[in-house]
């Protein structure tokens, strides 16, 4: 049983995970806040049990109060669900959604793991690591945050998939240039409206100084308030909602332009493509301790979020392009992620926890 929020960030590991082991013969059911990705995951052949929980947000105590009740009877429906389908194991994931589920698991007794995004643990994963018998987590620099007997340095399962288009059949379909150097920005799966913002208002001092092109992805919703920030932007640009598979963008991109979410600073690495990082500053602002892991190997930089303004952002930029870090240095961070057998690693392992 694998259990998540329903966000990418903690969902999309949990879907690498389950189709491994589905490839090796076991059986999955999903738990959590699944929202619209339930469907989808019944799709492709798996169980998804829904929670209807919500997760503590700082919003007042009326309404905190309301989702720790909502965590508490989340926990005895996972309860429910845990009796009825009997795994021999449970990995949570992360997320508020996780949280009762792996709960759950402990006080039935059942073989429970944990796996940690990212390099700061949240809330619920902090105080879940106390009960479980396993805290696989993605970075090194995490062990400092649970007792070192039960963490395991797995890596974060990662998966942007395979370009469907090679370089020249892209820019041929866009009316790119080889010429030009291509930016790629983009926000996350929700879009970040600060850096849809910010950078449009950039690309003109950018392009002052180098040929360039832009790959921008609003993120969901985003996209009308994305056209028109480019509406005078007089550069070559292509712009999009959403866009799968983003293997090919990062394989278009000479640099990128992004936040600092845990799979996206994963995804860079398996890439080997260099970054302007602009971490998200609030959740606990976890993301700028992803983004200092890339900024101390050499290979990206890093402004904050409160620092970003289309100067600092040119400027980064051009940094990038005019002195691209060499790409022994993405090798060599590849091998201390372990970022092309973290699925593998970290799906068995949850098994040999059973």
Same mark, same amino acid.
């Not at 999309?12 to 469907?39: K, Q, S």
């Not at 845990?82 to 792996?102: L, T």
């Not at 690309?203 to 985003?222: D, E, T, Y």
């Given at each position: 049983?694998?259990?998540?929020?329903? +966000?990418?960030?903690?969902?999309?590991? *949990?879907?690498?995970?389950?189709?491994?082991?589905?490839? $090796?013969?076991?059986?999955? +059911?999903?738990?959590?806040?699944?929202?619209?990705?339930?469907?989808? @995951?019944? =799709?492709?052949?798996?169980?998804?049990?829904?929670?209807?929980?919500?997760?503590?947000?700082?919003?007042?105590?009326?309404?905190?109060?309301?989702?720790?009740?909502?965590?508490?009877?989340?926990?005895?429906?996972?309860?429910?669900? &845990?009796?009825?389908?009997?795994?021999?194991? &449970?990995?949570?994931?992360?997320?508020? *959604? *996780?949280?009762?589920?792996?709960?759950?698991?402990?006080?039935?007794?059942?073989?429970?793991?944990?796996?940690?995004? %990212?390099?700061?643990?949240?809330?619920?994963?902090?105080?879940?690591?106390?009960?479980?018998?396993? &805290?696989?987590?993605?970075? #090194?620099?995490?062990?400092?945050?649970?007792?070192?007997?039960?963490?395991?340095? /797995?890596?974060?399962?990662?998966?942007?998939?395979?370009?469907?288009?090679?370089?020249?059949?892209?820019?041929?379909?866009?009316?790119?240039?080889? =010429?030009?150097?291509?930016? @790629?920005?983009?926000?996350?799966?929700?879009?970040?409206?600060?850096? %849809?913002?910010?950078?449009?208002?950039?690309?003109?001092?950018?392009?002052?100084?180098?040929?360039?092109?832009?790959?921008?992805?609003?993120?969901?919703? #985003?996209?009308?308030?994305?056209?028109?920030?480019?509406?005078?932007?007089?550069?070559?640009?292509?712009?999009?909602?959403?866009?799968?598979?983003?293997? +090919?963008?990062?394989?278009?991109?000479?640099?990128?332009?992004?936040?600092?979410?845990?799979?996206?600073?994963?995804?860079?690495?398996?890439?080997?493509?260099?970054?302007?990082?602009?971490?998200?500053?609030? *959740?606990?602002?976890?993301?700028?301790?992803?983004? #200092?892991?890339?900024?101390?190997?050499?290979?990206?930089?890093?402004?904050?979020?409160?620092?970003? /303004?289309? $100067? %600092?952002?040119?400027?980064?930029?051009?940094?990038?392009?005019?002195?691209?870090?060499?790409?022994? =240095?993405? /090798?060599?961070?590849?091998?201390?992620?372990?970022?092309?057998?973290? /699925?593998? +690693?970290?799906? #068995?392992?949850?098994?040999?926890?059973?």
């Amino acid at each position: 049983m694998l259990a998540a929020g329903g +966000t990418a960030g903690h969902l999309g590991p *949990a879907v690498e995970v389950a189709r491994w082991l589905r490839r $090796e013969g076991h059986a999955v +059911t999903f738990v959590g806040a699944l929202g619209d990705n339930a469907g989808r @995951l019944r =799709d492709e052949g798996f169980e998804a049990r829904e929670l209807a929980v919500r997760g503590l947000q700082g919003e007042g105590i009326r309404r905190d109060l309301s989702a720790v009740l909502s965590l508490i009877k989340g926990a005895w429906h996972a309860r429910a669900i &845990i009796k009825s389908v009997r795994p021999q194991v &449970i990995a949570g994931f992360g997320g508020y *959604a *996780a949280f009762p589920v792996v709960g759950a698991a402990v006080m039935c007794g059942v073989p429970a793991v944990i796996h940690e995004q %990212n390099v700061v643990p949240g809330r619920a994963n902090r105080l879940l690591g106390r009960y479980v018998r396993k &805290i696989a987590v993605s970075f #090194r620099e995490s062990r400092a945050h649970w007792s070192a007997g039960k963490i395991v340095v /797995t890596g974060c399962p990662v998966s942007p998939g395979t370009p469907e288009l090679r370089r020249d059949e892209f820019y041929r379909k866009v009316n790119f240039s080889p =010429d030009r150097k291509t930016v @790629l920005v983009f926000g996350g799966s929700q879009g970040s409206q600060r850096i %849809n913002t910010v950078f449009p208002a950039c690309v003109g001092q950018l392009a002052a100084r180098f040929p360039v092109q832009i790959l921008h992805v609003s993120g969901r919703g #985003r996209l009308p308030e994305v056209e028109a920030a480019y509406a005078n932007v007089k550069v070559p640009n292509q712009l999009f909602e959403y866009y799968r598979p983003m293997a +090919t963008l990062y394989a278009l991109a000479d640099v990128i332009v992004c936040r600092a979410g845990a799979a996206t600073v994963n995804e860079l690495v398996v890439f080997g493509k260099p970054a302007c990082l602009v971490p998200y500053p609030y *959740a606990g602002g976890h993301q700028e301790f992803n983004a #200092r892991v890339l900024v101390e190997a050499g290979v990206a930089l890093m402004i904050k979020d409160v620092e970003l /303004t289309p $100067e %600092n952002l040119s400027d980064r930029i051009g940094e990038l392009l005019n002195d691209p870090p060499p790409q022994k =240095d993405f /090798t060599r961070l590849q091998d201390a992620m372990n970022v092309n057998n973290a /699925t593998d +690693t970290l799906a #068995r392992e949850i098994l040999n926890t059973a």
